[in-house]
């Protein structure tokens, strides 16, 4: 069972033992007392029937969680202009997206706030740490923009002192601007159309990326955070841990 589907059962549940409550209208109010009781104290009946309904589920949620699907070698940090965590994303979205598609894509980017803790720490990474890290449910695009549109993108990232890029979109950051914009060590050239992977939400404008609304798009049809699982898992069955590094992608 799925996830999604583990939340909806847990939902559904829920749902129809409040829908099995009469509604009662009082007909006079009698003043009555109660006694508090300490939290140790036993649960109602209701509570206690609900708790075994949910409990089946929980125990196969919480084992999905703990699932440890692969290993850091050495802790992974969020920082700009760049960091090791957005680095690794970046590029591993750009490495999966790529293979979804069957053709290399120019290059794959993200909002910073889309990551969603400081760090990935050294040591066993397990799937609800994922979760964590990605717990929204955006799905990867690609999006085609001209080289006009990539300066754009890139002089907003330098006015923000960086964003998360994938290792093919260089550029140095100066009063403010990208200069020296390079895509897989080649100048922009006007004219061409440039791929880039990224989520729906900054496809549709998210974050003030308002310059990839109503672009050229391909939908990837795969969630981002099970995106990242999938790659985990692969490094893991290849024998590699996961890493990276700082390699002045944006300066």
């Known amino acids: ?16 033992w409040l829908a099995a409550c009469k509604v009662n209208h009082l007909a006079q109010i009698q003043p009555q007392g109660y006694r508090m009781e300490p939290q140790s104290a036993a649960l109602p009946a209701a509570d206690e ?32 202009p760049e960091g090791t965590l957005g680095n690794w994303m970046s590029d591993l979205f750009q490495e999966q997206i790529s293979a979804y598609m069957g053709k290399t894509i120019d290059f794959a980017m993200m909002n910073s706030g889309g990551i969603r803790i400081p760090t990935l720490q050294q040591g066993q990474i397990t799937r609800g740490k994922i979760y964590e890290l990605m717990p929204f449910d955006n799905m990867l695009v690609v999006v085609y923009v001209d080289a006009s549109v990539v300066q754009e993108f890139a002089d907003k990232m330098a006015r923000e002192g960086g964003s998360p890029v994938s290792r093919q ?3 140095v950051i100066k009063n403010g601007k990208a200069l020296n914009v390079t895509v897989n060590g080649q100048p922009l050239q006007t004219g061409r159309m440039y791929s880039i992977g990224t989520s729906d939400y900054i496809a549709n404008g998210g974050s003030d990326h308002t310059f990839f609304v109503d672009k050229p798009r391909d939908e990837v049809g795969v969630l981002m955070r099970d995106a990242i699982i999938e790659y ?14 700082k390699d002045g992608r944006v300066q």
């Open 232 to 245: 985990v898992k692969k490094q893991t069955a290849q024998g590699q841990q996961i890493q990276a590094e």
């Open 1 to 16: 069972m799925t996830i999604t589907r583990l939340r909806f059962a847990i939902f559904l549940l829920l749902i129809c």
């Open 49 to 80: 029937a609900i708790e075994a309904l949910i409990m089946p589920y929980k125990t196969q949620l919480d084992a999905e969680m703990n699932e440890v699907i692969g290993t850091a070698a050495h802790t992974l940090a969020t920082g700009k």
């Open 169 to 171: 979109l260089r550029f």
